[in-house]
């Protein structure tokens, strides 16, 4: 009887020490996880001016700061540069390649207007990239959220004349691009999504637990055969 209480009072302890170590475990690899997107890095800043800085790349140009046709920053010869910086290393560039995001889309090199995307007779990008590791993303809306710059506005989606951000004679729609810091995760242990369609680190815990659970139950029936049955 003795025997029998004291491998009872084992067992419960493996399981709680188990249990425990099991959950941290599920909640440590759920925060790990490839889940939400990297907050925007608040470092970028874009302006439109006369030329950029040493620490800036030039995007595109303007013909005006407002009710303008726009131009490549090296096919045109337009005074008003969209400028963009950071005083952190981001790789800044205007590559449409790796870590990039178009900016918007121009009917040619020169004298040109705009549109949000590539297509039709807008066929030349001007895109936004950066470094290894960073991630670049833009969005043509109302207003520029959370830290995203703003890098000029535009007066419809498409065939549409280009304005600066500055506040005076802006158009509706505007240019908002932002750099994520370190891009997202990689790795890491795929969450699993509950009935509502969303990830929690419970079912991490629950499958840790399970597993806890059989080595205990494993471990118990090894001592009862070296206690029972020798």
């Not at 131009?71 to 540069?81: D, F, I, K, L, R």
């Not at 969209?82 to 590559?95: E, F, H, I, K």
Request: with cysteine; net charge negative; hydrophobic share 40%.
């Amino acid at each position: 009887m003795r025997k029998r209480l004291r491998f009872a009072k084992l067992l419960a302890a493996m399981l709680v020490l188990g249990g425990v170590l099991a959950l941290a475990l599920g909640l440590s690899w759920a925060s790990s996880s490839g889940s939400a997107a990297p907050v925007a890095s608040s470092s970028l800043t874009c302006t439109v001016k006369g030329s950029c800085g040493g620490d800036e790349v030039a995007v595109f140009r303007l013909s005006s700061t407002a009710n303008a046709h726009g131009g490549t920053a090296g096919g045109s010869g337009y005074g008003n540069v969209v400028c963009c910086g950071s005083v952190a290393d981001l790789g800044l560039a205007t590559n449409c390649s790796g870590n990039y995001d178009t900016v918007l889309a121009l009917s040619g090199g020169d004298n040109a207007h705009a549109a949000e995307a590539a297509g039709g007779n807008y066929t030349t990008e001007v895109c936004l990239s950066a470094g290894a590791g960073e991630t670049v993303g833009c969005t043509h809306d109302d207003t520029c959220g959370g830290d995203y710059a703003c890098l000029a506005t535009i007066s419809d989606s498409t065939n549409a004349h280009v304005a600066d951000c500055n506040g005076t004679d802006d158009y509706a729609t505007k240019v908002c691009c932002a750099v994520t810091a370190g891009g997202p995760p990689v790795g890491g242990v795929a969450q699993i999504p509950d009935a509502s369609g969303s990830s929690g680190p419970n079912y991490l815990a629950l499958a840790g637990l399970a597993a806890a659970l059989l080595v205990a139950l494993s471990a118990g029936g090894w001592y009862a055969r070296r206690r029972w049955l020798r």
